[in-house]
């Protein structure tokens, strides 16, 4: 007679395939074995696709890069004990971010847990608040489908996100025959949940007033008629935005009379900044999400009504952005930007149409939405939910692996160095088209920009903020069995064609000027503006 975790852990993954699930994420361990043999049935079956990984911090990223990609919940199974606590930091991604990931962990029976036994903890309530739903399996077939559906509509939405499936195994752990349990008819899950979904009542806005929209990830319309938009790599309205939208916002003789904010914008302090001025009406546009208002001045929330938008408003700010637009591309042309800002405008401009791009977090995502034009054709990730540099590799090798065309990404090295294992991958494993570009300045760059970089701070800054290393990326490649490149910022274009596998391409860079550059050209662009702006060109 089949044993009772095996009995569970098949109808635990038999459900998941029922209700949409394609990939799943597992790594190895004793307590999880029972779920390990049911996923790895279900991958020979052609079920669903299975990627097994040796860390779970990056297995949690690998399964937030593959929901992105695919729009589907992605399980990520581990053992008891740490290796349940590794998932936290992608948890907490997918729950800001809205990425439904399941955490399916394993765990020791009820009477295991504190009395000392091995690798156990408490995992009842792990992950706080920041999953949808957390669930203990049922033993009972009936039940335990039940429940997977239950996580399953929890992933879903309205606001996607994180949901924690706890599943106590009794020995046995490993199966004595290949009799999966009975469900209900094929393809039909054990209970079917509708989709949620919510209609806003329009936003009180002055149709004929100077408006200006700021979006970021999450944003629900890719284009806002008539409108100018200032939109973060990442966001649905980011390929018709405006080039040099991120310079122009601190200029007064721009500031509108209000603002809508479309979905979550946290990448620049000038948009703070804009929210703050009292003299701006702030609206939101509704959407799954709880909507962003760092400054509390949001006035109402809501879906963007009928506008009457000013011409001469609009023809301002696309002359603003013309000139800063000149003007920042002159700069990159001679060598007078920072290297990244010119490795940024490269790397969009070259992609291949039906890329997946991924961006790391710190300066990278900041130098395309700086310095690279706009551009449909591809489409973009961005781990902006929490903004942390850790797995960023795993996240872009799901990504990849769930995209139809070439994966591309753009990190800096600290980012590479923080997820090394996420190159690793198995030989019996699924492998992306994946070129990831570093940028590698040997060190915390994007810490020069902010307020430890002045130069009153110098003397604590290099060891403590800057973080310098002495690795050789080419060596730690060679280690372990990826392609590796050296190029300048000018030379991209020539090494972006797909190419199978995992490769890396480093660009090296001086990061010692790179505080005093931003100034020289915010300066640059700012005058170019302002005569722009009052010439009314």
Same mark, same amino acid.
């Given at each position: 007679?089949?044993?009772?975790?095996?009995?569970?852990?098949?109808?635990?993954? !038999?459900?998941?395939?029922?209700?949409?699930?394609?990939?799943a994420v597992l790594c190895p361990?004793?307590?999880?074995?029972?779920?390990?043999? $049911?996923?790895?049935?279900?991958?020979?079956?052609? %079920?669903?696709?299975? &990627?097994?990984?040796?860390?779970?911090? *990056?297995?949690?990223?690998?399964?937030?890069?593959?929901?992105?990609?695919?729009?589907?919940?992605?399980?990520?199974?581990?053992?008891?004990?740490?290796?349940?606590?590794?998932?936290?930091?992608?948890?907490?991604?997918?729950? &800001?971010?809205?990425?439904?990931?399941?955490?399916?962990?394993?765990?020791?029976?009820?009477?295991?847990?504190?009395?000392?036994?091995?690798?156990?903890?408490?995992?009842? *309530?792990?992950?706080?608040?920041?999953?949808?739903?957390?669930?203990?399996?049922?033993?009972?077939?009936?039940?335990?489908?039940?429940?997977?559906?239950?996580?399953?509509?929890?992933?879903?939405?309205?606001?996607?996100?994180?949901?924690?499936?706890?599943?106590?195994?009794?020995?046995?752990?490993?199966? !004595?025959?290949?009799?999966?349990?009975?469900?209900?008819?094929?393809?039909?899950?054990?209970?079917?949940?509708?989709?949620?979904?919510?209609?806003?009542?329009?936003?009180?806005?002055?149709?004929?007033?100077?408006?200006?929209?700021?979006?970021?990830?999450? !944003?629900?319309?890719?284009?806002?008629?008539?409108?100018?938009?200032?939109?973060?790599?990442?966001?649905?309205?980011?390929? &018709?935005?405006?080039?040099?939208?991120?310079?122009?916002?601190?200029?007064?003789?721009?500031?509108?009379a209000q603002v809508v904010v479309a979905g979550r914008?946290?990448?620049?302090?000038?948009?703070?900044?804009?929210?703050?001025?009292?003299?701006?009406?702030?609206?939101?546009?509704?959407?799954?999400?709880?909507?962003?208002?760092?400054?509390?001045?949001? %006035?109402?929330?809501?879906?963007?009504?009928?506008?009457?938008?000013?011409?001469?408003?609009?023809?301002?700010?696309?002359?603003? !952005?013309?000139?800063?637009?000149?003007?920042?591309?002159?700069?990159?042309?001679?060598?007078?930007?920072?290297?990244?800002?010119?490795?940024?405008?490269?790397?969009?401009?070259?992609?291949?149409?039906?890329?997946?791009?991924?961006?790391?977090?710190?300066?990278?995502?900041?130098?395309?939405?700086?310095? $690279?034009?706009?551009?449909?054709?591809?489409?973009?990730?961005?781990?902006?939910?929490?903004?942390?540099?850790?797995?960023?590799?795993?996240?872009?090798?799901?990504?990849?692996?769930?995209?139809?065309?070439?994966?591309?990404?753009?990190?800096?090295?600290?980012?590479?160095?923080?997820?090394?294992?996420?190159?690793?991958?198995?030989?019996?494993?699924?492998?992306?088209?994946?070129?990831?570009?570093?940028?590698?300045?040997?060190?915390?760059?994007?810490?020069?920009?902010?307020?430890? *970089?002045?130069?009153? &701070?110098?003397?604590?800054?290099?060891?403590?903020?800057?973080?310098?290393?002495?690795?050789?990326?080419?060596?730690?490649?060679?280690?372990?069995?990826?392609?590796?490149?050296?190029?300048?910022?000018?030379?991209?274009?020539?090494?972006?064609?797909?190419?199978?596998?995992?490769?890396?391409?480093?660009?090296?860079?001086?990061?010692?000027?790179?505080?005093?550059?931003?100034?020289?050209?915010?300066? $640059?662009?700012?005058?170019?503006?302002?005569?722009?702006?009052?010439?009314?060109?």
């Amino acid at each position: 007679m089949t044993g009772q975790s095996t009995r569970q852990a098949r109808a635990v993954v !038999d459900e998941l395939v029922r209700g949409g699930v394609t990939d799943a994420v597992l790594c190895p361990g004793s307590r999880n074995a029972p779920l390990a043999f $049911a996923l790895q049935a279900a991958d020979a079956a052609g %079920r669903l696709r299975l &990627h097994v990984r040796i860390d779970e911090r *990056g297995a949690g990223f690998l399964a937030l890069g593959l929901a992105r990609g695919s729009g589907r919940p992605v399980p990520v199974c581990t053992t008891s004990g740490t290796a349940v606590a590794n998932l936290h930091p992608a948890v907490l991604e997918a729950s &800001h971010a809205g990425v439904p990931v399941i955490a399916l962990t394993a765990d020791r029976p009820a009477e295991l847990i504190g009395t000392g036994a091995s690798q156990t903890v408490d995992q009842t *309530g792990i992950f706080g608040g920041a999953v949808r739903l957390a669930v203990t399996a049922a033993t009972d077939d009936r039940r335990v489908r039940a429940q997977v559906c239950r996580v399953l509509a929890a992933a879903a939405g309205p606001w996607a996100g994180p949901v924690h499936l706890n599943v106590p195994f009794t020995e046995p752990l490993v199966p !004595d025959d290949d009799v999966w349990p009975a469900g209900r008819p094929a393809g039909q899950p054990w209970t079917s949940a509708p989709p949620s979904a919510q209609v806003a009542p329009p936003l009180p806005l002055d149709p004929i007033a100077p408006t200006l929209v700021l979006a970021g990830t999450g !944003d629900p319309a890719p284009a806002y008629a008539g409108l100018p938009v200032v939109a973060e790599p990442g966001s649905a309205a980011w390929p &018709h935005a405006l080039r040099a939208g991120p310079w122009l916002l601190d200029d007064q003789a721009l500031r509108p009379a209000q603002v809508v904010v479309a979905g979550r914008p946290t990448l620049h302090r000038s948009v703070q900044r804009l929210l703050a001025d009292p003299d701006v009406a702030v609206y939101a546009l509704a959407g799954a999400a709880p909507w962003p208002d760092v400054p509390g001045t949001v %006035r109402a929330v809501g879906a963007l009504p009928q506008m009457i938008p000013d011409p001469v408003w609009l023809a301002t700010w696309k002359a603003a !952005d013309r000139a800063a637009a000149s003007t920042l591309d002159a700069a990159l042309d001679i060598g007078l930007a920072p290297a990244g800002m010119r490795l940024a405008r490269e790397l969009v401009a070259g992609l291949p149409p039906g890329s997946a791009l991924t961006i790391g977090s710190s300066n990278p995502v900041r130098d395309i939405a700086l310095a $690279a034009r706009p551009r449909s054709g591809i489409t973009v990730l961005t781990n902006r939910g929490v903004a942390g540099i850790d797995g960023t590799v795993s996240t872009a090798t799901g990504f990849a692996l769930a995209g139809g065309g070439p994966g591309y990404a753009l990190l800096g090295d600290l980012t590479l160095l923080h997820d090394v294992t996420g190159l690793m991958t198995g030989p019996d494993e699924p492998r992306p088209d994946l070129t990831i570009v570093v940028l590698n300045d040997r060190g915390g760059g994007i810490f020069g920009l902010l307020e430890q *970089g002045a130069p009153e &701070h110098a003397g604590a800054f290099e060891r403590v903020f800057g973080t310098p290393h002495t690795v050789d990326l080419a060596a730690l490649c060679a280690a372990i069995g990826v392609a590796h490149t050296a190029v300048a910022p000018a030379d991209l274009a020539g090494v972006l064609e797909p190419a199978p596998g995992v490769r890396v391409i480093e660009v090296p860079a001086d990061r010692a000027m790179l505080r005093s550059a931003h100034g020289e050209l915010r300066k $640059a662009i700012g005058a170019s503006v302002a005569e722009a702006v009052a010439h009314g060109a």
